[in-house]
């Protein structure tokens, strides 16, 4: 069984702050990991994603992620927060190869002030 | 590219009656399609997964005569909610899936209101 917790349901930063969104994973198979945002009344938005290979993911608007498997980690960061960075963003995993479905962690808002 | 559309993007219908949302993928053909429902400043629940000319795979706990799936073709699957009542109201939201990345690809979710 696969499982994702975000640590953290609201995160508030300064504007230009480092950003860091927490999530653990719990996977039996090696997991493919990732994270998406979600404005408000709309769908989801790929930020970045981890199959294989590198474990330090670089993705959309400045945000990038590590894989650390000894720790079954997976923390989105970025060095410095925009006002347009405010949303809710969600980790999600699932089994690598195929069609399967992804399995979403409870999210993290995210508050940017000026 | 790997853009999915959803219409409507908001509905209202009376208690008892059904309605159908659409969920299209505009430019790659989607072999699978995933539905969620989403309840305020909560996360995406899977309700079910659907195969292009088979019978969807429904999620513990999710009706399938009350949420019915279709997906007829490759580029379009509907669910209809059947006898609607007021706590189906929420956030539903597809995901559309090809061979080349198995990615999922998300509409941009429709609002069900149901009074």
């Known amino acids: 069984a696969q499982s994702v917790t975000q640590l953290g349901s609201h995160v508030s930063v300064s504007e230009g702050a480092l950003v860091l969104l927490r999530c653990n994973y719990s996977?039996?198979?090696?997991?493919?990991l990732f994270w998406y945002v979600q404005y408000p009344n709309q769908g989801l938005q790929l930020l970045l994603k981890?199959?294989?290979?590198?474990?330090l993911v670089k993705g959309i608007n400045g945000f990038e992620a590590e894989f650390k498997k000894s720790e079954t980690s997976f923390h989105l960061t970025k060095p410095s927060a925009h006002m347009s960075d405010a949303a809710e963003y969600f980790c999600a995993v699932t089994r690598s190869g195929g069609y399967n479905k992804l399995i979403f962690g409870a999210g993290t808002r995210l508050a940017v002030h000026p | 590219g790997a853009v999915v559309s959803q219409h409507p993007s908001r509905v209202i219908c009376k208690s008892g009656t059904s309605v159908k949302i659409e969920c299209r993928s505009l430019?790659?053909?989607?072999?699978?399609m995933f539905w969620y429902r989403q309840f305020p400043k909560q996360s995406l629940m899977l309700m079910a997964t659907?195969?292009?000319?088979?019978?969807?795979?429904?999620e513990q706990g999710v009706e399938k005569d009350k949420f019915l799936i279709n997906h007829a073709s490759l580029t379009l699957s509907t669910l209809t909610v059947t006898s609607a009542h007021p706590e189906d109201s929420s956030f539903y939201i597809c995901s559309a899936s090809n061979r080349v990345d198995y990615e999922q690809y998300f509409g941009p979710g429709t609002r069900l209101t149901v009074t």
């Open positions: 659907s195969n292009e000319g088979s019978k969807a795979t429904y």
């Open positions: 430019d790659f053909q989607a072999t699978t």
């Open positions: 981890y199959t294989t290979g590198a474990t």
């Open positions: 996977s039996s198979v090696p997991p493919y």
